[in-house]
């Protein structure tokens, strides 16, 4: 299970909104071989008054929060990271300053979707890549 929030001031985000979402998820399809009918994205839209930023980051700045079952390993999860810089960048133009990542894993069984907990489920993909 994952999911994404994705976090950036509305009037350059909203714009991108569907873009971006096809690229993260392309990531995480190819990074975490998630099947592809599998995106849980929530985008939030955010006032320039209300997004502080570093100063290397300009007003295109994006932080993406991936919440995710515990069990990937380090080498998937850089890779998924590698690969978000890598196709932000080209697909959409963002600087790798304006991008932000972080992936926050719990157990299994702290998770529950269809009425069991992560532990319990079936999932139709593997969790440990």
């Known amino acids: 299970m994952s999911q994404v929030k994705i ?4 009037e350059h985000l909203l714009p991108i909104r569907n873009q971006l979402s096809e690229v993260i998820h392309s990531c995480v399809v190819d990074a975490l071989q998630f099947p592809v009918d599998k995106r849980a994205h929530r985008f939030f839209y955010l006032d320039t008054d209300d997004f502080f930023r570093p100063a290397t980051a300009s ?18 999860k850089k890779k998924l990271i590698h690969l978000l810089y890598e196709r932000i960048g080209e697909q959409l133009g963002l600087a790798v300053t304006d991008i932000e990542i972080c992936i926050l894993e719990s ?11 992560g532990d319990e489920i079936k999932l139709n993909y593997k969790v440990n890549v």
């Open 107 to 117: 157990p299994a069984h702290n998770w529950g979707f269809r009425g069991m907990t």
């Open 59 to 76: 007003e295109h700045y994006v932080i993406l929060e991936f919440m995710m079952m515990e069990g990937r390993t380090v080498e998937t």
């Open 7 to 10: 976090y950036g001031i509305r």
